[in-house]
């Protein structure tokens, strides 16, 4: 009896079992089959006309397209790949903001059996990063938005022995050496695209890391590792009637993500705008009634700064907002269902290299937060938690701090290439693959985890650790503002401060605060909260004992 109690008491839990689906092809194309006249695509930014896909474009402001319309788009593109030389393997890459193009492209890739690689446009402002993400996922084929980004991608530094066929969207292309996109959008009197089988455990899409702390690191990804994922966000319930409105950026996992599991369900994308814009958000919101959406708390307060600006509430048919990323507040949960009028919201935990702790939504926000925490959820589906001491791989107890370990059929079994990112990989007691996430967690009793930090932003003051987001989500609790505090690891000093309202009246006394923080363990602070001009007391570093008087 014993025993069995002190199992109990261990920080480690595992999530429901997980459904076994078809590879990622299958069920895109049975959508074009099984629902082939609903919405598949609405891009508020593009002409209705663009590339004369739809069928009927003349009463639309916009581009809309059916998954008949689309499916005939996706064809003529694949033929077209393949008559360039595009073959089964050679992984198709995307420097693309969110738009039709960006759609097509990963169809495109998945129909033909191309690994797909998408990278943020932006990611060309660092050339060593960007040339070692093309090499380390030996790219064949690069789609880029305009000539710009063209001009950028041609300077990298990049094996001339490897021929890369390189595409443009733009109308104009920069040199010959250029195929207009355009051009791949005409039929060709080519044999069909074949679908064959897919290899078990083959490569169907690469995403990179972030790369804070060093180059990023080539993440692949098979049918069952995209599919656990999107099983996870099965969680927030979906129909073919649903829309996703879909703002993140397409190269993060969970702006392609989101996207490919909402398109696996027959269901509709609908983008705004290239990049996250608010006020084109809301349009898109209201005008295509979506009914779910993923925000970050950053894009989550650009939203309400709008709504409070035009002086009215928004015309939600939102079913589930999830809310994820650093930093999420319990207030940020309230928001959602209150501010955003969703019926539903829900959070999650997860990493490029898989996703394993998620929340179903929940009407009631409360049903989230944990004090001054907010509640990533249990196990995902097919998952296993344990929480551990640094360099330990044995758990904790129950509501004790440690690092997060998961396993389970969403978790990539390692990087790309030969000892990258080793170290965070090892084969458990259970003979399964198990990776050490770096983030700092807490389970509770029921087996939910709270995420409170992550180790390398760790802050080290008379031998206890200080989570800057402990730090973050108090003084945007209290203050009423988004915080962001950069941290150096190394020398445990302040390097900066974000806010969401960069010319916020705090922000001189929000700096010299930090500034402070990081000497003494006693900290005033005057601010408008509550009361006008309150002093908010900070005497010690768990959120739990902030007092204010």
Known sequence: ?????????????????????????QRLRQSTINCSNNLALASLHQSPALYGVATDSTNNEYLRWSYKDLNSAINTLARNLQKLGAKRGQPVATFLYNGAEFIMAFWAAHKLGCPFVPISPRSLVNAEEAAHM??????????????????????LSRDKELKQ??????????????IIFASLMQEVALSQTSDEDRIENEIVAILFTSGT???PKGVPHNDTTLNTFCENLSLGRRSEEGAFCSVLPNN???????????????????????????????????EEKCTHTALVPTTLHALLEVLKARGNSLKSSLVDVCISGSSVTPDNIRQAVFDLGSKGVSTGFGMTEGSPIWSPPVQNPEGL???????????????????????SRTPIRKGERGEIHQTGPGLVKAYLGIGVGEDQFYIGDDGRTWFVTGDQGVMLPDGRISITGRYKDMINRGGENIAPASIETILSRFCGVQVWLKFDSKSHSLLRVE??????????????????CLSQFFVVLETAASKPFSKLFYNTWDQRTFQMR
């Open 369 to 391: 937060v944990n004090g001054d925490l907010t509640i990533a959820g249990p196990p995902a589906p097919g998952a296993r938690i344990r929480i551990c001491d640094p360099d």
């Open 165 to 178: 066929t390189k595409i443009v969207i733009s109308e104009t292309a920069p040199d010959p050496s250029w």
């Open 252 to 286: 993060h996992a969970m702006g392609y993500f989101y996207t490919l599991h909402f398109m696996m369900h027959g269901a509709a994308i609908v983008y705004p705008s290239p990049s996250f814009d608010a006020v084109a958000m809301v349009k898109a919101l209201e």
């Open 213 to 215: 702390t060093s180059l």
């Open 1 to 25: 009896m014993g025993d069995s109690n002190e199992v109990d008491a261990q920080s480690e839990a595992e999530g429901i079992p997980c459904f076994v689906h078809p590879p990622v092809w």
């Open 134 to 155: 093309l090499r380390v996922a030996g790219v064949s084929i690069v789609l880029v938005q305009d000539a710009e980004i063209a001009a950028r991608f041609d300077a």
């Open 499 to 516: 806010l969401n309202r960069t010319r916020h009246k705090l922000l001189v006394p929000l700096i010299r605060l930090l500034a402070r």
